[in-house]
């Protein structure tokens, strides 16, 4: 027997008749604020649960469910999630640092004021997203962004390199230092984007032989 208990309070939440959580069925509960830190959780189904507040940092979540699931203002800071479902899920003011959420599907998504400060977002499905928060140093090279709200975001020195961002709204977002080719903003409305990427700071930099001389 399994008791998943509130991260400050102890109060029990949910009972699973297991030894392990790993591909349980926690779908439809009421979570919130549960305390499911370090868990092994791969191919759990939290479809429409409820975790706001939860605290799933360091928690192993390969291949889970999160289908329409509330994670506003959780914590999953560190956690291994790769290959996850978060259709039309709700992680606004989620703190997710150095999480690795590579090929898991955000489509349709809510992320206003989340912080994934050095996440893996490597070859996710991000579109018709909004991503209004903090990707700070993330790598989100070969994500699908197009259609996807940026407006504001905070991109510094993220991977953005073959990134597709057709469509995206990317007005005033701060790209300082991030590396994408500058062709991938053509399709994407890019008016007051902050900062210039990597590539062009290069190119900049680099000088003809002549001017070497004299």
């Not at 998504?109 to 070859?123: E, Q, S, V, Y």
């Not at 210039?196 to 070497?212: L, N, P, T, V």
Request: aromatic share 8%; with cysteine; glycine share 8%.
């Amino acid at each position: 027997m399994i008791e998943i208990k509130h991260r400050t309070s102890g109060q029990v939440l949910h009972r699973v008749d297991a030894d392990s959580l790993e591909g349980a069925v926690l779908s439809g509960l009421k979570l919130a604020g549960a305390n499911l830190s370090g868990l092994n959780l791969t191919k759990a189904n939290f479809r429409s649960t409820d975790l706001r507040q939860a605290d799933l940092s360091k928690a192993t979540l390969h291949g889970a469910n999160f289908y329409e699931c509330s994670l506003a203002f959780a914590t999953m800071d560190e956690v291994a999630c790769t290959g996850c479902d978060f259709t039309e899920a709700t992680l606004e003011g989620t703190h997710a640092h150095n999480a690795d959420f590579s090929g898991s599907v955000f489509r349709y998504a809510r992320l206003p004021h989340c912080d994934f400060t050095g996440c893996k977002l490597i070859k996710c499905d991000m579109s018709v997203s909004d991503l209004r928060g903090n990707f700070s140093s993330a790598d989100l090279s070969e994500a699908d962004m197009r259609g996807s709200k940026l407006e504001g975001a905070l991109l510094r020195y993220a991977e953005l390199s073959k990134a597709k961002l057709d469509g995206a709204n990317l007005l005033k977002a701060d790209l300082t230092h991030a590396t994408y080719n500058p062709q991938q903003l053509h399709n994407a409305r890019a008016t007051g984007v902050v900062g210039r990427s990597k590539i062009e700071a290069m190119k900049k930099q680099r000088r003809s032989w002549w001017q070497f001389w004299g």
